[in-house]
């Protein structure tokens, strides 16, 4: 059952990567706690058949987040939707499995540009519009924690993520603005059980994780809503480590 945050009523949310997978439930998420969710993805099918299907309280965008004359856009856009942002999750990520010896530098800062760039510039556009009681919630990964291979790229990307929220969060905090990071364990998104996920890694993951279950987006998005509502208000500076104990730090 979901908890109820009833200060999230009537707030302006932010998403980026809604389209799909954990983004997708945290638009759901949001919505039923009666927000207005923005979110944007570069899936514009699955973005606007899921804005339909939230009648009205999510407005869709398709944005290329490694293009900074589309981030500004968009986010003027929703300024005039919403003059106050209050909530901005960053979550588009790619996640590609490439053996660091056959790497390029082309796909090196591509990786970079959508998962750690495109998180500074959604960031700096939308701060524009935030004020006190805003929170920002960054998405790193377990992987951090786990480094394992051939992901040296994107477990570089969310280091990246987390130095970020770190030192933005003691930058913005005289705002009273709060930034988060939250990193997911091994989620059952469709893709990653469409690609990545088999009978094996379900047992692999059982076994690592201390609670043997596997972690659902609806879980994870639940997650999303505490570290963007009033319940968390003194929560800053933080890594939330959402994986059933799979990492101790």
């Not at 901005?88 to 800062?109: G, H, S």
Request: aromatic share 8%; net charge positive.
């Amino acid at each position: 059952m979901t908890a109820q945050y009833h200060d999230l009523a009537g707030k302006s949310v932010v998403i980026t990567g809604g389209a799909n997978g954990i983004g997708e439930a945290m638009v759901g998420a949001f919505v039923q706690q009666k927000a207005r969710v923005y979110f944007c993805d570069v899936d514009g099918r699955a973005g606007q058949a899921l804005a339909r299907k939230c009648g009205g309280a999510a407005v869709f965008t398709r944005v290329d987040l490694t293009r900074e004359t589309s981030i500004r856009r968009w986010i003027r856009a929703v300024s005039r939707q919403a003059p106050r942002i209050d909530v901005l999750v960053n979550n588009a990520a790619r996640d590609p499995r490439i053996p660091f010896e056959t790497m390029t530098a082309a796909q090196w800062d591509g990786l970079f540009a959508v998962n750690l760039r495109a998180y500074f510039l959604v960031a700096r556009e939308a701060l524009a519009f935030m004020g006190e009681g805003g929170s920002m919630v960054n998405f790193a990964s377990l992987t951090f924690h786990d480094g394992p291979v051939p992901m040296s790229a994107y477990v570089a990307t969310k280091g990246g993520v987390m130095g970020f929220t770190r030192s933005l969060a003691r930058e913005l905090g005289p705002r009273g603005i709060r930034v988060n990071t939250l990193s997911p364990g091994w989620i059952m998104t469709p893709r990653q059980l469409r690609e990545h996920v088999d009978q094996a890694t379900k047992d692999f993951i059982l076994r690592v994780q201390s609670v043997p279950k596997l972690i659902q987006p609806a879980e994870l998005a639940e997650v999303a809503l505490f570290l963007a509502s009033d319940a968390s208000r003194v929560i800053t500076g933080q890594e939330i480590l959402a994986d059933r104990g799979w990492h101790h730090s």
